[in-house]
């Protein structure tokens, strides 16, 4: 694919959050192309603006040696581009270095996490064992009842300016961000041209359907199942108790996290529910949060709650993203299925899929994230 020289445009993209418009991004930046994203609430009004914004690639999830290197690559690209995306969108999203224990609270988690050390180094993770003496005496907030932890320093941001400054430098670059809703897939013969937006036809060189968790009503557009099921996570917005600083440190066990953020929230987190599209959160998972968080740090016992918050995170049966070319069809991709990882793999997802559209060898191989691997006729 090539820029036109049409009124319509190169690439219409259906959903307006971080994975949307980073591909958007670079499709214009890097490849010259005219893009509009269809957005039908408001930038990052889902997932991409309420997650924690932890950029990590060990932690709760075990993820295998080539995924770890694609979120590795996607942290690095973080890295590269943070100068840029501050200078062209105007919006400082606080992305910075903060220091992470992940604690073993037994002996078998010990031995677990000490066997993940050398595995981590030898993907170039900087990480370090630390006994339960070290850890003591790092005066954090984990409990003494730790046996030891992994020391790290992996980077944060705060996820909704983040989203902003990415769709502001798209826009920066020629994007063009609308508002409305994508209810199907124009099509001549095996190829998409375009899309309906309502009772409106927008044609377009290509189509990127990158809608989250509501990727999977895009099936009956596209003639194929999409596996992709909204998983609910909520997290709890603390202040430090009354008389105490924020911590220097995270800490992170399980599903489990406290996160001190540059903007001035302690977060506690988080849940996974297939609770489908319900985006309420609860007073239950408040509970469960803060017990398991006061578990980890017992001075949160007396630390206020600001707010509870939730999000609906796109989910695939092997935990994956799908990121590539619909089979039985020209010019539509997909671009849905992130996870946890939506914000840390926004930047290498959305370039990667963009050096592909544009028949382009990616940064990364997106062999093991093709959409082709779910698809089966409905």
């Known amino acids: ?33 005219r893009c509009v994203v269809i957005e039908r609430d408001a930038i990052a009004s889902g997932a991409s603006g309420g997650a924690a914004g932890e950029l990590g690639a060990l932690g709760r999830h075990h993820f295998s040696e080539a995924y770890t290197r694609f979120i590795l690559r996607g942290i690095e690209l973080h890295n590269d581009l943070a100068p840029a995306l501050r200078d062209e969108s105007g919006v400082d999203y606080l992305l910075r270095e903060v220091p992470l224990l992940r604690p073993a609270l037994d002996e078998r988690e010990a031995h677990e996490l000490q066997e993940q050390v050398p595995w981590a180094r030898g993907l170039g993770i900087d990480v370090e064992w630390l006994d339960a003496e070290a850890v003591r005496a790092l005066g954090t907030w984990l409990t003494p009842e730790a046996a030891g932890a992994t020391s790290t320093m992996e980077l944060q941001l705060e996820a909704y300016p983040f989203a902003l400054a990415v769709a502001q430098a798209a826009e920066h670059h020629g994007v063009e961000i609308r508002s409305g809703e994508v209810t199907g897939v124009l099509r001549e013969g095996d190829r998409a041209v375009g899309v309906r937006i309502g009772g409106e036809e927008l044609a377009a060189g290509a ?93 949160l016992i007396d630390a206020p709650i600001r707010s ?57 191989a997106l062999d093991d994230y093709a959409p082709a691997r779910h698809f089966e006729a409905p």
Not at 3 to 31: K, M, N, R, S
Not at 312 to 323: E, K
Not at 334 to 350: N, P, Q, Y
């Open 1 to 33: 694919m090539t820029a036109g020289a049409g009124t319509a445009p190169d690439v219409v993209i259906a959903g307006g959050g971080v994975i949307g418009c980073a591909t958007a991004y670079f499709l214009a930046a890097e490849h010259g192309l």
């Open 207 to 299: 189509v990127l359907i990158a809608t989250g968790p509501w990727a999977v009503h895009a099936a009956a557009w596209m003639g194929v199942e999409v596996p992709v099921s909204p998983l609910r996570g909520q997290i709890v917005h603390l202040a430090p108790p009354e008389g105490l600083a924020m911590p220097e440190h995270a800490i992170s066990h399980g599903t489990g996290y406290l996160l001190p953020k540059a903007g001035g929230d302690l977060l506690a987190g988080t849940t996974q529910e297939l609770a489908g599209f319900d985006a309420q959160p609860t007073a239950e998972a408040q509970n469960k949060i803060m017990e398991a968080a006061v578990r980890l740090a017992p001075a």
């Open 308 to 364: 509870l918050t939730a999000c609906l995170r796109p989910s695939t049966p092997d935990g994956l993203p799908m990121i590539g070319a619909v089979d039985g069809w020209r010019d539509l991709f997909l671009s849905t299925g992130h996870g946890f990882k939506g914000v840390t793999l926004a930047l290498i997802s959305g370039r990667s899929l963009a050096q592909l559209m544009t028949g382009g060898t990616p940064d990364v």
